[in-house]
C-alpha cells in the first residue's frame, strides 16, 4: 500500500487515544478503530505513521502492530491468550540446565538464579531445577499463582508479553519485564546466555549473529510497547 495521508492527528475518545490520517480514523487489519490506551503509546503510533515514506512497510511499525493485535486477537478471547502465555512457566528457560560438571552449568547459575530468586519473593513460588532436556514438572502451585499473575495483565500488556514469551522461552523473565524488576537488554542476554556462550567456545557464525540481532530488536520492541503503556 502506498502512503495516500498528509496529516495524522491524535483524537480522544470514549475508548482512549484515536488517531486519523487526515479525515478516516485508522483501523486495524480486521477493521476495529485503533484506540490506544496511554497518549505515550498514541504518540509513538502516530510517530511511526507520520515517518512513512511512499510506501507503507508493518514490519517497520512495532507499536502498531502490537497494539492491532491487541484489539485483533488478545481482546475477543483474553483468557486463552493469557493460558498460552502463562503455559511458559511448565519448561521456563532459567530452569533448564547443563548436566553439574558441565563448563556451562555455573555460568546458567550465576545469571539465572538471581531471576528465579526474584520471582520467588516475587511470586511466593518455587522452581523445579532440570538438568537436561528431558522435561520435569514444575509444582502446580507454582504454575497456578504464574497463571494467576498473567491472567491479570490487560488486553494490550498480554499482545506484548507473547512475543516476549516465545522469544525468551522465559515467563520469568517476561514478569520481570512487566514489573519493572530489570531492564530488557539485560534480560535479553540472559535468555541468550546458551547462544552467547557456543560462541565464546566454537567461534562466531554471521547468519546466526544475525538472526539473533533480528530477535533482539522484536524482544526490545515488545518491552518499549510496555514501558509506553505506564506514561
Not at 9 to 17: N, P, V
Not at 21 to 45: I, Q, S
Not at 179 to 194: I, P, Y
Request: aromatic share 10%; net charge negative; hydrophobic share 45%.
Amino acid at each position: 500500500m502506498r502512503r495516500f495521508w498528509k496529516q495524522v492527528s491524535l483524537e480522544q475518545g470514549t475508548y482512549g487515544h484515536g488517531i486519523r490520517l487526515d479525515t478516516r480514523m485508522l483501523k486495524t487489519p480486521m477493521r476495529n478503530e485503533l484506540y490506544l490506551p496511554t497518549k505515550a503509546l498514541a504518540d509513538a503510533v502516530v510517530a511511526e505513521w507520520e515517518a512513512v515514506g511512499d510506501v507503507f512497510e508493518p514490519a517497520t511499525m512495532p507499536m502498531t502492530g502490537f497494539a492491532n493485535a491487541a484489539i485483533d486477537h488478545v481482546a475477543p478471547d483474553r483468557a486463552k491468550f493469557a493460558s498460552a502465555i502463562a503455559a511458559y512457566a511448565e519448561s521456563d528457560a532459567f530452569c533448564y540446565r547443563a548436566e553439574p560438571d558441565e563448563p556451562l552449568a555455573p555460568k546458567q547459575a550465576e545469571v539465572w538464579d538471581p531471576w528465579l530468586d526474584w520471582a520467588r519473593a516475587r511470586y511466593d513460588v518455587s522452581f523445579q531445577i532440570v538438568h537436561g532436556v528431558l522435561h520435569q514438572p514444575q509444582p502446580e502451585a507454582t504454575l497456578e499463582k504464574l497463571r494467576a499473575t498473567v491472567m491479570a495483565r490487560g488486553t494490550f500488556e498480554l499482545a506484548a508479553m507473547a512475543k516476549l514469551a516465545h522469544l525468551a522461552g522465559s515467563l520469568v523473565a517476561v514478569l520481570a519485564i512487566v514489573e519493572q524488576a530489570g531492564d530488557a537488554k539485560s534480560l535479553w542476554e540472559a535468555t541468550c546466555l546458551e547462544e552467547l556462550w557456543q560462541e565464546q567456545n566454537w567461534g562466531e557464525d554471521y547468519w546466526a549473529q544475525k538472526n539473533r540481532a533480528d530477535r533482539e530488536a522484536e524482544f526490545l520492541a515488545a518491552a518499549h510497547f510496555l514501558q509506553l503503556l505506564r506514561v
